[in-house]
């Protein structure tokens, strides 16, 4: 007979919204997201903490998914790749990856995308070697990181011009 997981109770904002929920404790958060909300943006490569595709922000700061229990992040806000265009369309750093040709097949984009926005509001103008070293927990397949880095400068130097 299979062993009854317990749940327990918990309040995620998700992309700004609001979720109380009864969670299995065995449940990862890129689980929740995926499984549970459809918010099928954030992407299972690896699930074991080596590539990066999962990566959303928790508070701010970016996470690997596939690496935290969904009932632990009880009050948390979550933000996935689904909530990072606003109303006026594009995330700059969705518009300078499409601008320079910052993805190939896209599998890792959406833990790219999070990485780097989490990046930015920790360093707004960070240099080629910080926007390296803040994506050095990212694993792309196709190999395009030139275009990766150029596409975060280019998003970076666009919100300092906007504000
Ligand atoms: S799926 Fe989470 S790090 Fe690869
Ligand atoms: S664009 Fe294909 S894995 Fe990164």
Do not use: W
């Amino acid at each position: 007979m299979p062993e009854q997981v317990s749940t327990t109770a918990v309040v995620l904002t998700v992309n700004g919204e609001t979720h109380t929920e009864s969670l299995p404790a065995n449940m990862l958060l890129s689980e929740y997201l995926r499984d549970h909300l459809h918010l099928t943006g954030t992407h299972v490569g690896c699930d074991t903490s080596q590539c990066g595709a999962c990566t959303v922000l928790v508070d701010g700061l970016s996470v690997k998914s596939c690496t935290v229990l969904a009932v632990s992040l009880d009050e948390s806000r979550i933000e996935t790749v689904e909530g990072l265009a606003g109303p006026d369309g594009l995330h700059p750093l969705q518009a300078a990856f499409r601008a320079r040709h910052a993805l190939q097949c896209g599998f890792c984009t959406p833990g790219v995308l999070m990485t780097a926005a989490g990046l930015l509001r920790e360093s707004p103008r960070p240099s080629p070697t910080e926007i390296r070293a803040g994506l050095d927990g990212i694993l792309c397949r196709c190999t395009g990181y030139e275009n990766i880095v150029a596409a975060v400068g280019e998003a970076a130097a666009a919100i300092g011009e906007a504000m």
